[in-house]
């Protein structure tokens, strides 16, 4: 996969770099290459993902029991 950002005469490097990250983020191209560093057997992403969601319920909790007070 190509990532080609063309720079119009006088336009900046730094604006060019900017459109660069945006495309790259926007593919999430540098989420993937992260995900495929190592291998994570299948039960443990289960795993994390079930870890994940349950520090994510107890932070809502916590939220709505200072909301309340």
Do not use: D, F, H, V
Request: glycine residues 2%; hydrophobic residues 35%; charged residues 35%.
């Amino acid at each position: 996969m190509k990532l080609i950002t063309r720079i119009k005469e006088g336009q900046s490097i730094e604006k060019a770099l900017k459109i660069y990250k945006k495309k790259i983020t926007k593919l999430n191209l540098i989420k993937s290459l992260k995900n495929k560093l190592y291998y994570l057997k299948p039960s443990i992403k289960k795993r994390l993902i079930k870890n994940k969601k349950k520090y994510l319920i107890k932070n809502i909790i916590n939220i709505k029991k200072l909301n309340i007070n």
